[in-house]
């Protein structure tokens, strides 16, 4: 038996697809750059999930089928869940100003889930020359107020793109963003090789329809990658209460110059409060507020009702919970009983 030792290869899973993996290689292997892997027995014997986005070790490779086998998952710098991809370093909002209007609420609940994630938000407001030169100063002049400096592009007319691939960089950069704003569009134009499936707005909702089905990784031309994240409209936000605020930029800023009295201030009717007072989102605030509150104590109930539930993992890594099935137990009925209910039966019919 030769004792060398077995030789490994580096790549990224760049696509998950029910028990397979896209593995992009570090190196060539002969003529390989990519590989339709599948991963060891022993990772899921321990409950390793293989993400997109994961570095990972190859012990076997078949230069002639082009696969190769997972054995090793490296440690993860970051991990998300919903989209699920791991080492991602940024995300990259995408709205469209015009068809459909820029919601500032809706702005304001994604920028607030992408704090969430300890990710870097990058803002970039897309269909910029459905409006003025005017209207897209005010807009960028309200946005800084609110902590951030939006980049403004039109795929259609390709501006500001050179600006966006500078920003990008080689990174792990997630896409997001609500349907109908050009996400699509805007990879194919960064990526041709992507090819996604693109649909107009609807004309009854003025909201786009989803194109995007699973999470992949897109390979830029100047380095780094694009995580398509399928789109949903409303993300959810499960933060903690006392944690919200240090969402927003402007309270963060503010928390900077003054600290609130209470340690376990929650910004609202507190004396002392150094977030409290007189800036645009401080209405958006109070409503998160309302609903990470009210999350808070359903999540302090489910132990209660966890008996009643059974934890399931979905191939994603979602933990989602589902109704138990109680099974009734039947007990043999006693000699007894069964001759007390037979002798009923009886005088019952001699009444008759």
């Not at 190196?27 to 750059?33: F, I, L, N, S, T």
């Not at 390709?158 to 963003?177: F, P, Y």
């Not at 897109?218 to 409303?234: C, T």
Request: one cysteine or more; a neutral charge; hydrophobic letters at 35%.
């Amino acid at each position: 038996m030769s004792d060398q030792p077995t030789q490994t290869y580096q790549g990224t899973v760049i696509a998950v697809q029910a028990n397979f993996y896209r593995v992009r290689l570090t190196e060539k292997v002969g003529e390989w750059r990519f590989l339709l892997c599948t991963r060891r027995s022993r990772l899921k014997k321990i409950g390793q999930q293989v993400m997109v986005g994961d570095q990972v070790l190859l012990d076997e490779i078949d230069s002639e089928d082009g696969r190769g086998a997972i054995a090793q998952i490296l440690p993860r710098q970051t991990e998300l869940q919903r989209p699920p991809v791991a080492n991602a370093e940024q995300i990259l909002l995408v709205f469209a100003l015009e068809e459909p209007t820029l919601d500032p609420w809706q702005l304001s609940r994604f920028l607030i889930k992408a704090e969430s994630t300890q990710l870097t938000p990058l803002l970039c407001l897309n269909k910029s020359d459905l409006i003025s030169a005017a209207e897209q100063q005010a807009w960028q002049e309200r946005l800084q107020k609110w902590g951030y400096d939006p980049l403004f592009l039109s795929v259609m007319e390709g501006k500001g793109l050179e600006a966006l691939k500078a920003q990008l960089g080689a990174k792990i950069t997630i896409v997001a963003g609500p349907s109908g704003v050009g996400k699509s569009s805007l990879i194919n134009c960064l990526i041709p090789e992507a090819h996604l499936r693109v649909k107009s707005v609807s004309g009854k909702l003025h909201r786009g329809r989803h194109t995007t089905r699973h999470v992949e990784l897109f390979e830029l031309p100047k380095g780094g990658l694009l995580a398509d994240s399928p789109g949903f409209n409303k993300p959810n936000l499960d933060s903690e209460p006392r944690e919200l605020a240090q969402y927003f930029p402007e309270a963060r800023e503010r928390l900077q110059r003054e600290n609130c009295q209470f340690s376990d201030c929650l910004h609202r009717d507190e004396p002392n409060c150094g977030v409290r007072g007189d800036w645009e989102r401080y209405d958006h605030y109070e409503k998160f507020l309302e609903e990470a509150i009210a999350q808070a104590e359903q999540r302090h109930q489910r132990p209660n009702e966890e008996k009643h539930l059974k934890l399931k993992i979905k191939q994603s890594g979602e933990k989602v919970y589902e109704p138990r099935l109680e099974s009734k137990k039947y007990r043999r009925q006693s000699r007894k009983s069964r001759h007390q209910t037979l002798q009923d039966l009886i005088e019952e019919a001699e009444d008759f």
